[in-house]
């Protein structure tokens, strides 16, 4: 079988497409007849040797993907041969097979494609957690969404709507912030043009957002939390901008506010139960028509590089997925 392999950290320009062996599964895992694998952030840092996990050379990148179950381990009993699944995985999603443990896998809702189950795990189950589980966001409250047309941007923009609350999207082009509207987005920030604290102040009289989602980092996130409201809480999801910000830890204080990590995987391993949960929950608003996986690009496996680049330049708006055949079966 086909796979894009990091041999040495470096650029996506350095990744190679090989022919490898046929996985095997352990006795509690799954071998995955990929057919599409969603394209993230962490994919990006991962082959650079700058995310948290570093696995052993040579590896595939790829946090997440959707397929058919090809093979399986002599101790799963749950699912079968055949079955139509998503996983996350961490990495080695950009092959034509990967390995899942059994307990990580989700059926894919037969009215859902593959391309877009493989969009769905990482941002959606993300920005739930944050939303739900770490804010405990109530209806009626106001979510400022920084880096709103990313892909956990557009999945936090979905979830809070569906849970009864005020968005309001900050990106920055007018393009993207259309993309926010389509999605639910009540009111719109183009933070190149637009002071952020003085709309937020605007949109909100005066009264500051209850919860910021940031997963981008940088400059903004110090006026964002300067911008809460009293009991506000700021959720720090990722730092796509490449900055790291060092916030003054006299705000949080005098704002009666709190920031929030959030860290999905480990949520997911510590709390599978809950995440279980959490899960079923998304895909039932998926077949209720509340939340949708929004696909701007679709990559072959041998053009995996350009789909990283377009994910690493925060060119994309929503998701980018790589297709295998069969894909939007």
């Excluded at 190149?192 to 500051?208: F, W």
């Excluded at 490449?242 to 949080?252: A, K, R, T, V, Y």
């Excluded at 509340?290 to 995996?304: D, F, G, M, S, T």
Aim: hydrophobic content about 45%.
């Amino acid at each position: 079988m086909k796979a894009i392999l990091c041999r040495q950290y470096g650029p996506p320009e350095s990744l190679t497409l090989e022919d490898v062996p046929s996985l095997v599964p352990g006795p509690k895992q799954v071998v995955i007849a990929v057919r599409a694998a969603g394209v993230n952030f962490p994919d990006t840092l991962i082959i650079q040797g700058k995310y948290q996990f570093k696995p052993d050379m040579p590896f595939s990148p790829g946090g997440e993907v959707a397929g058919v179950i090809r093979a399986m381990g002599t101790e799963v009993t749950a699912l079968h041969v055949g079955d139509r699944v998503l996983a996350p995985l961490g990495w080695g999603g950009y092959a034509e097979e990967a390995i899942a443990e059994a307990w990580r896998v989700l059926p894919i809702p037969s009215d859902m494609d593959f391309a877009t189950a493989s969009a769905f795990v990482l941002t959606y189950g993300t920005s739930h957690h944050a939303l739900k589980d770490r804010a405990q966001l109530r209806p009626g409250e106001t979510v400022l969404v920084l880096g709103a047309a990313g892909g956990v941007g557009l999945a936090a923009i979905e979830i809070a709507k569906a849970m009864g609350a005020r968005v309001i999207a900050a990106a920055s082009s007018d393009e993207k912030l259309a993309v926010c509207a389509e999605h639910g987005a009540d009111e719109l920030i183009q933070y190149e043009r637009d002071d952020l604290r003085e709309r937020l102040k605007q949109i909100t009289q005066g009264r500051g957002v209850d919860v910021v989602y940031d997963p981008v980092g940088g400059a903004y996130s110090e006026a964002a939390l300067r911008s809460t409201a009293w009991n506000g809480r700021f959720l720090v999801v990722g730092f796509a901008a490449g900055d790291i910000p060092s916030i003054p830890l006299n705000l949080p204080l005098l704002k009666g506010c709190a920031i929030v990590g959030v860290f999905w995987g480990a949520f997911a391993r510590n709390e599978p139960a809950r995440n279980a949960q959490n899960m079923d929950e998304l895909l039932a608003w998926f077949q209720q028509g509340k939340v949708r996986p929004h696909i701007c690009a679709r990559y072959p496996l041998e053009q995996a590089a350009d789909a990283m680049k377009a994910i690493a330049s925060r060119a994309a708006k929503g998701k980018v997925v790589i297709t295998m055949a069969g894909a939007s079966s």
